[in-house]
Antibody
């Protein structure tokens, strides 16, 4: 099963920022839309935003309007999620996932990155 | 936001048995519905998209059906590797995609 490779777990304090990376295999990077989702303990998956690796266009959920930044490095086939002003409720497993079409299902996923935020 | 509700929360099944998982949407999502399998510590895996189309490499024992607000994932003759959590997801209301809370299929 092909998958995306995410960076390792992070432990952060409230008010700080987190950064998670997501590397795509082979030639899949520019042929996919890359999304970021998270799953807090006991909660459903929550979509945070996406990036079009080909041209760098992004969009994100209104909920994260002022705190989220999604970027990519085409040469490294890697996308990045940054979330600032962290709160305890940002403690979650963060996933990147890819879709073949703009509004399709997620057909490739990363293994997840656990981010723990404490005060 | 479309709320996705999965039932049951836990399904205890013996190997070789059939498992039927349900997913209900709070309003119609047409057939823009996917099912994922998720095992601890692993990447989630797309099983079904467009409500009934198996993803590449997914065994034929997995099947999906439904449209509108009611959906079902059926696993015929459960194998040991099928014990996992299963999630449904609607992608009709883009970008406000939403997931159900999951059904854990465990060993009876």
């Amino acid at each position: 099963q092909m998958q995306l490779a995410q960076s390792g777990a992070e432990v952060k304090t409230t008010g700080s920022s987190m950064s998670v990376s997501c590397k795509a295999p082979g030639n899949t990077f520019t042929s996919r839309y890359l999304h970021w989702l998270r799953q807090a303990p006991g909660q459903p998956f929550e979509w945070m935003g996406w990036i079009v690796p080909f041209n760098g266009n992004t969009d994100h959920a209104q909920k994260f309007q002022d705190r989220v930044t999604i970027t990519r490095d085409r040469s490294m086939r890697t996308a990045y999620l940054q979330l600032s002003s962290l709160r305890a409720e940002d403690t979650a497993m963060y996933y990147c996932a890819g879709s073949s079409s703009a509004e399709g299902a997620f057909d490739i996923w990363g293994q997840g990155t656990m981010v723990t935020v404490f005060s | 936001e479309i709320v996705m509700t999965q039932s049951p929360a836990t399904l205890s099944v013996s190997p070789g048995e059939r498992a039927t998982l349900s997913c209900r949407a709070s309003r119609s999502v047409s057939t823009n519905l996917a099912w994922y399998q998720h095992k601890p510590g692993q990447a989630p895996r797309l099983l079904i998209y467009e409500a009934s189309t198996r993803s590449t490499g997914i065994p034929a024992r997995f099947s999906g059906r439904g449209s509108g607000t009611e959906f079902t994932l059926i696993i015929t003759s459960l194998q040991s590797e099928d014990f996992a959590v299963y999630y449904c997801q609607q992608y009709n209301d883009w970008p406000l995609v939403t997931f159900g809370g999951g059904t854990k299929v465990d060993f009876k």
